[in-house]
């Protein structure tokens, strides 16, 4: 059996030691690190499981299925802790995922690939496409912030309106974004499917065992998500006193723990990308899941928000708006001319890094 199957298969021991560890009142110490690190193979199983069954699905419902499936473990956790009333953690994280996408997973998949290969190319126009959906994004996510700072706004309707608007603007964006690739520019598109293996193929043209494969992936893609809800509870019940008692910030925790968490699987997925020269994919990859975090996962957690009885709206700490935006530059920068190397990938890491440290020492 392969490591990369072997290692998540180990890991969920870790699901069962979560749920005696609740059951029978082991502490919340214990229940904070065994959800924790169940979460890890169960979010791997479901990014491996979304990943298969978009494959066997074809280009357009596969696209789907990536766009709804592809963040499904950050979705699942911010949607508990909102429930839980964490707002302040909710927001920090989807901060914190846009910058694990731009600059750790970026980071690490350039350096990976440039220590193997001198250089590295891959189609530009995916990340200038992407970069400048980005770029839109994050405008109109800084938008309410810079307003509510810059006018003294502190009445709570309009700054619920303000950010109602701006999620409806960004979910329609969204929309656009899977027009253009999952129709009228498709093609650019292609290379999705490139890490995958060219299926059997039977007398009647069609991939054998597809309908098998298929129903067992789409099973443990279910099951997966149900697992990864079901553990962030736990996680959620206890990560605000935990990380209280260790020192720790919600605007760190929420910024930083959160997105390792659950972007295991997506660290190893780059790495294995970029060793084996698959930069089209690594690139579109991660400006893609920070698109999708940012066009359609903040603004879903607004308008849920409102539906529980757990307001969240878009004013974010300026310090987050600003870091967002130095990513977002830096990996515009970087991406631009279609060409990565090892340098490339230790910028991007570097500034993370000297980022993560700023939130580290941030008083709120």
């Known amino acids: 059996m392969p490591i990369k199957t072997l290692i998540p298969l180990i890991l969920l021991i870790f699901v069962p030691l979560s749920i005696a560890a609740d059951l029978l009142h082991w502490?919340?110490?214990?229940?904070?690190?065994?959800?924790?690190?169940?979460?890890?193979?169960?979010?791997?199983?479901?990014?491996?499981?979304?990943?298969?069954?978009?494959?066997?699905?074809?280009p357009s419902i596969g696209g789907l299925v990536n766009a709804i499936f592809g963040n499904a473990t950050e979705l699942i956790i911010s949607l508990v802790a909102l429930k839980e009333g964490l707002t302040d953690i909710v927001k920090a994280s989807i901060t914190g995922t846009l910058l694990s996408d731009l600059l750790l997973l970026m980071g690490i998949a350039m350096l990976a690939g440039g220590i193997r290969y001198k250089e590295q190319k891959f189609q530009p126009i995916l990340a200038q496409v992407n970069g400048s959906s980005m770029t839109l994004a994050v405008t109109a996510i800084a938008l309410p912030t810079l307003v509510i700072n810059t006018s003294n706004v502190v009445d709570a309707v309009a700054i619920r309106n303000l950010s109602l608007v701006a999620a409806t603007v960004l979910i329609i964006v969204y929309g656009l974004t899977l027009v253009f690739s999952l129709g009228t520019h498709s093609y650019l598109y292609d290379i999705g499917l490139a890490n995958e293996e060219p299926a059997e193929i039977s007398l009647d043209g069609k991939p054998t065992n597809q309908?098998?494969?298929?129903?067992?992936?789409?099973?443990?893609?279910?099951?997966?998500?149900?697992?990864?809800?079901?553990?962030?509870?736990?996680?959620?019940?206890?990560?605000?006193?935990?990380?209280?008692?260790?020192?720790?910030?919600?605007?760190?925790?929420?910024?930083?723990?959160?997105?390792?968490?659950?972007?295991?699987?997506?660290?190893?997925?780059?790495?294995?990308?970029?060793?084996?020269?698959?930069?089209?994919?690594?690139?579109?990859?991660?400006?893609?899941?920070?698109?999708?975090?940012?066009?359609?996962?903040?603004?879903?957690?607004?308008?849920?928000?409102?539906?529980?009885?757990?307001?969240?709206?878009?004013?974010?700490?300026?310090?987050?708006?600003?870091?967002?935006?130095?990513?977002?530059?830096?990996?515009?920068?970087?991406?631009?001319?279609?060409?990565?190397?090892?340098?490339?990938?230790?910028?991007?890491?570097?500034?993370?890094?000297?980022?993560?440290?700023?939130?580290?020492?941030?008083?709120?």
């Open 211 to 364: 309908r098998s494969k298929l129903f067992f992936w789409v099973a443990v893609l279910l099951a997966s998500t149900v697992a990864v809800a079901f553990e962030s509870d736990l996680f959620v019940d206890v990560v605000d006193t935990e990380t209280e008692r260790i020192g720790l910030t919600p605007l760190f925790t929420g910024v930083i723990l959160l997105p390792f968490i659950s972007d295991v699987a997506a660290f190893v997925m780059m790495v294995r990308l970029s060793i084996k020269n698959k930069m089209d994919l690594t690139v579109a990859t991660a400006t893609g899941d920070s698109l999708l975090v940012a066009l359609f996962v903040a603004p879903v957690l607004v308008f849920v928000g409102q539906l529980i009885g757990q307001p969240i709206d878009l004013n974010f700490n300026p310090f987050q708006v600003i870091a967002v935006a130095i990513a977002v530059a830096i990996t515009n920068l970087i991406t631009f001319n279609g060409r990565s190397n090892w340098l490339d990938g230790s910028l991007l890491l570097a500034t993370y890094i000297v980022l993560g440290v700023a939130f580290y020492y941030h008083p709120a």
């Open 27 to 58: 502490g919340e110490t214990a229940i904070f690190f065994t959800s924790a690190l169940a979460i890890v193979p169960l979010s791997i199983w479901l990014s491996t499981a979304t990943e298969k069954v978009a494959v066997f699905t074809g």
